[in-house]
């Protein structure tokens, strides 16, 4: 059964602080891994997609790496615009059309 | 601003009732999902669609009924629900099944009386 963790489960920075947020998985056979951000009481927005070891992206303030076991989510100087949930979803190649998510990290940046 | 529209964005509604939600997108993908949402908690799979077939139901009660009239609507048909069925009904479109990267709407918030 795939499974996705992050951890930490909640974290509090101060505008400018650096940090980083990590997404531990288990899945048979990656397709891709997914970083989304969500706004309270809206839907997901789709940030990232990791498809192997090694492989980085990046947009604005955030960068997205990837290991065998894990992916972090490096966020340089954020400012309180980013505060929001981050979602982390895995999805198998022999399971198309279905993503695990972990239970996400909620960001908050203190100005 | 998001390229999946969702309509009612609230709806309130008593256990005989019966409502639809509504999901539209515009980007010419062929596959379109229906996901749950609790408080706190990921979005929860419930039905996929690829190219206006059912392809995944995840044991979804009856009492929610998906539909999907063309390639560019998504339909979720509610009756007889229960109050623990109260949540954040997201709809998301990806180019095709296999691709994975989900475009979701803003949700449709639901409160069963």
């Known amino acids: 059964e795939d499974q996705v963790t992050q951890s930490p489960e909640a974290l509090r920075l101060q505008e400018g602080e650096s940090s980083s947020l990590n997404c531990s998985y288990t899945?048979?056979?990656?397709?891709?891994l997914f970083w989304y951000r969500q706004d309270p009481g809206k839907g997901p927005e789709f940030l990232f997609t990791l498809y192997s070891a090694g492989e980085e992206k990046e947009k604005e303030r955030l960068k997205a790496t990837l290991t065998k076991k894990e992916s972090f989510l490096h966020i340089t100087a954020p400012k309180p615009e980013d505060s929001a949930t981050y979602l982390c979803a895995v999805q198998a190649r022999t399971n198309a059309g279905k993503s695990t998510f972990g239970d996400g990290t909620t960001l908050t940046v203190k100005p | 601003d998001t390229e999946v529209t969702q309509t009612p964005k609230h709806l309130v509604m008593g256990m005989t009732n019966k409502k639809s939600l509504k999901c539209e997108q515009h980007m010419g993908h062929r596959a379109m999902y229906w996901y749950k949402q609790k408080a706190k908690k990921p979005p929860e799979l419930m039905f996929v669609y690829s190219y206006e077939k059912l392809s995944i139901n995840e044991s979804v009660p009856s009492r929610f009924s998906p539909e999907c009239p063309n390639s560019s609507l998504l339909n979720l048909h509610l009756h007889a629900l229960q109050p623990e069925d109260s949540a954040l009904y997201l709809c998301a479109s990806s180019q095709v099944m296999v691709t994975g990267e989900l475009f979701f709407g803003e949700g449709s918030r639901l409160t069963v009386l």
């Open positions: 899945v048979s056979g990656l397709r891709g």
